[in-house]
């Protein structure tokens, strides 16, 4: 079974500095890897996703991720953030043919002025 | 597109007390519907799959006979969260995925927020 890990639990960045986001996977084959948001008391949004092709994936609201086989990656950034950007977000990987997700903890992001 | 509501998007009740959520698709007909439980600060644990027409398959560890799932149609599914407790309180959030398509992505609803006193 897949799963996703996620070591960062809480990030704290100024406005306009850049994020990363880690997010490793565990899977035998090649995974479909996305990134969500979720602003507090909502449901989840999608950033962005990976099925195949480039590893190199631009998303909404100036995010991109890119897949790294050979450390079983799946990093998230945005070259500057906002402040809208303060949010919990949260790396999901699916298996081929299987629409069921495993989720990684999550990741707090706190934005500062 | 791809919109998916959940209803109600909060709700209280006494323990001992049934609570039913629905979730629907609303431009979309979903081939399989998913609900998750979310307890604060931490992760989305899926709870069940649902495929319209059939029964509910669960997740270990979750109590069926207490989480009453069905996916009646192409649109709608509904759990029921039977002879409620507090501990049963959470944010119970559903998704959908398309019939139509190759795509994997999942839908996700808004959430529902369950307290019960």
């Known amino acids: 079974a897949q799963s996703v890990t996620q070591p960062d639990i809480h990030i704290t960045v100024s406005e306009g500095a850049s994020l990363e986001l880690r997010c490793n996977y565990s899977?035998?084959?090649?995974?479909?890897l996305f990134w969500y948001v979720q602003s507090p008391g909502q449901g989840l949004q999608l950033l962005l996703k990976?099925?195949?092709?480039?590893?190199l994936v631009q998303g909404i609201k100036g995010f991109e991720a890119e897949f790294k086989r050979s450390q079983s990656s799946f990093n998230l950034r945005k070259p500057s953030v906002h402040w809208s950007d303060a949010a919990e977000y949260f790396c999901a990987v699916g298996a081929q043919n299987d629409y069921k997700l495993s989720f990684g903890a999550g990741t707090t992001v706190t934005v500062r002025a | 597109g791809a919109v998916v509501s959940q209803h109600p998007s909060w709700v209280i009740c006494k323990s001992g007390t049934s609570v039913k959520i629905e979730c629907r698709s609303l431009?979309?007909?979903?081939?399989?519907m998913f609900w998750y439980r979310q307890f604060p600060k931490q992760s989305l644990m899926l709870m069940a799959t649902?495929?319209?027409?059939?029964?509910?398959?669960?997740e270990q560890g979750v109590e069926k006979d207490k989480f009453l799932i069905n996916h009646a149609s192409l649109t709608l599914s509904t759990l029921t969260v039977t002879s409620a407790h507090p501990e049963d309180s959470s944010f119970y959030i559903c998704?959908?995925?398309?019939?139509?398509?190759?795509?994997?992505?999942?839908?996700f609803g808004p959430g529902t927020r369950l307290t019960v006193t």
């Open positions: 899977y035998g084959a090649t995974p479909y």
């Open positions: 998704s959908a995925t398309s019939t139509s398509g190759n795509s994997y992505e999942q839908y």
């Open positions: 990976y099925f195949s092709g480039d590893t």
């Open positions: 649902s495929n319209e027409g059939s029964k509910a398959t669960y």
């Open positions: 431009d979309f007909q979903a081939t399989t």
